[in-house]
C-alpha cells in the first residue's frame, strides 16, 4: 500500500496574545478522512489553535501545511490572501459553535446553503434550489423549511444547516468549534450520528474541538488533549480514553466517567 | 440669467482642490467602477442634496461647457433649478435643458431619453457607493472583496429576492458589473437606464458627497447588470404609452390626479417629452 500523504501537516504552531500564551509546540498531521478531536477544559488553547490552523488568526511561530488539489503540501503562509480565502470557500468549512456566528440569521435557509456555490460562479437559481434542497434532506430538515430563516429554526436545526452551508461544496476539511454545545443531549445525539454519517459517507477529515469527551469517543479516530496551551497527550482515541497515561487526561477521562 | 458672482474662483472650488478631484477622477476612468476616495469640501448645501456631483462637475467644467442638470428626469423641479443657477453663478457657463446641446450633464438619478454621444459627460449625484454595504458592514472586508472580486453575496441578496417576490425586486441602484470586475452602484437610476450605461459613448462619471468617493465608466465599458440565468435582468415596461407625448420606449411616472384613484402616465424625462410633443407626438391627454 502506498503510504497516505497528510492533507494537514502542522508543526510547531504557536500563537501568543501579548506575553500570554495562546497555544505553542503544537505539531500533528491530519490525513484524509480522519476525525481528530481537539479536547480541553475551557481556556485550554482548544479555539485560538482551531481559528490559527484556518489561518483566521495570525500565527506567530511554526507552520501550517496543506495539500491542495492541484499543488501538493504547501505552507498556508506562503498562499496569497485570494487562495486562503478560496480555500475557505470551497476546499474547507467551519462549523462554528453559535449558529449566528455561521449563518446568514436574516435570509432563508436556501440561501444559506448556495451561497457557497454563488460564490464559486453558480448563476442558476433553479439548480441552487434543487441543491439546497437535496442538502436539506441530507441533514433531515423539512423540504418547507427551505424558504424560512434561520431565525425559525431549533438550536438542533441551525447547527444541521451550518453543517448543509458548509458541506455544499464538498470540502476535505472541515473545522468545527464545539457544534454541539449549544444543544441538549437528545438533539446532540441525533446530530453527532448524522454527523457521522455525513463525515464517513463523503470521507471529508475534521479537526473538531471539543470539552466533551463523549463526543470525542463517538465521532473521533484521534484525541489530541490540550493543556495550557500545549498538547498533553495524543493517540487513538478508544486508546487514550480507556488507558490515559497523563496525570490530566487522567483527571479529564476520570471527572467525565463520574458524572 | 443672473450675472456671474464675483469673489468666488471658477466653479466655486480653488484651483487645488479642483486638480485634486480631477486626479481622484483620472485614476477613476483608469480603473472602472473602482471607488476612488478624494478630500470632499464642505459644499453650500446639505449632504444629499448633490454634494459629490456637484464638486466633480465643479472640477471637470470649463468657460465653454454647456451645463444641463436634471433630478428624477425633470429639468424644472427645485435641485436641477438650484443647481444649474449655483453653476450660472460661480462659472458664468451656458445652461441647458436640452440634453443634444450639453457638454455636461449633472443627473440626480435619471440616464437621459436622448441617446448620448461621445464627448458629453454624464455626472451622477450618489447617495452610497459601496454595493455590498448592507450585506458587509466592515469596510477593510468589502475593499478586500472588491480587490477579489468576491461577489457571491450580492447574489445571495437577488436569490432571497427572487424567494420572497418570485422575481429580483431590486428596481432601482441595481447592481452592475463594470469592465467584467467591480461590481459598482449606478446610483439610484431605475433599472430600466441599466441597459444604456453598457458601451455608452459619453463618459459617467459618479461623486459621493458625504461618503467622498468618485467612480467612473469611461466610454464604450462593459457595463452588465446582475441576474440568474433563469431570472434573466429585465427592465420595467409600461402597459399603455405617456400620456402626453405618446412615447412607448421611455421611463414613465404614474400621476395621480385626483382622489378618485384617476392617474396618468408621464415621461419622467421632461425634455425628451416636450422635444416629442413639439415634434407633433400627441398622447392620450395633451392639452
Known sequence: MKPLQPLLQVRKLAKYYGRRVGCEQVSFDLYPGEVICVAGESGSGKSTLLNTLAFQLQLDGGSVSYRLRDRGLTDLATLPDATLRELWRTDWGFVRQNPRDGLRMRVSAGANIGERLMAIGERHYGAIRSTALGWLARVEIDAERLDDPPTSFSGGMQQRLQIARNLVTEPRLVFMDEPTAGLDVSVQARFLDLLRKLVAELQIAVILVTHDLAVARLLAHRLIVMKNGRIVESGLTDQLLDDPQHPYTQLLVSSVLAT | ?287
Open chain 2, 1 to 287: 440669467m443672473s450675472a456671474m458672482q464675483t469673489g468666488y474662483n471658477f466653479g466655486y472650488l480653488d484651483e487645488h482642490t479642483k486638480r485634486m478631484i480631477r486626479r481622484a477622477l483620472l485614476k477613476a476612468v483608469a480603473i472602472p467602477g473602482y471607488q476612488v476616495p478624494f478630500g470632499g469640501r464642505e459644499m453650500p448645501l446639505p449632504y444629499g442634496w448633490g454634494t459629490g456631483g456637484i464638486q466633480v462637475t465643479a472640477s471637470v467644467i470649463g468657460p465653454d461647457d454647456v451645463l444641463k442638470v436634471i433630478d428624477q428626469g425633470a429639468d424644472d423641479t427645485t435641485n436641477a433649478v438650484n443647481i444649474r443657477s449655483f453653476f450660472r453663478k460661480v462659472t458664468g457657463v451656458a445652461t441647458t435643458e436640452k440634453t443634444t446641446a450639453a457638454t455636461i450633464i449633472q443627473s440626480r438619478h435619471r440616464v437621459p431619453e436622448t441617446p448620448l454621444r461621445e464627448g458629453q459627460i454624464m455626472v451622477f449625484q450618489v447617495p452610497i457607493p459601496e454595493p455590498l454595504r448592507w450585506l458587509e458592514p466592515r469596510e477593510t472586508e468589502t475593499r478586500t472583496m472588491h480587490a477579489l472580486s468576491e461577489y457571491g453575496v450580492m447574489h445571495v441578496k437577488l436569490y432571497e429576492d427572487i424567494v420572497r417576490h418570485g422575481r429580483i425586486a431590486t428596481t432601482y441602484d441595481y447592481p452592475v458589473v463594470v469592465n467584467e470586475h467591480y461590481l459598482m452602484r449606478p446610483s439610484p437610476i431605475p433599472k430600466f437606464d441599466n441597459p444604456k450605461l453598457h458601451r455608452n459613448p459619453a463618459l459617467m462619471l459618479y461623486g459621493a458627497g458625504r461618503e467622498k468617493r468618485v467612480y467612473a465608466v469611461p466610454p464604450y465599458t462593459d457595463v452588465r447588470s446582475l441576474d440568474f440565468d433563469d431570472h434573466p435582468f429585465s427592465i420595467e415596461r409600461w402597459e399603455q404609452p405617456c400620456a402626453l407625448c405618446a412615447a412607448t420606449d421611455a421611463y414613465l411616472d404614474e400621476i395621480i390626479l385626483d382622489d378618485a384613484g384617476r392617474r396618468m402616465f408621464v415621461c419622467s424625462d421632461t425634455e425628451y417629452c416636450a422635444g416629442r410633443q413639439a415634434a407633433g407626438h400627441k398622447g392620450e391627454q395633451a392639452a
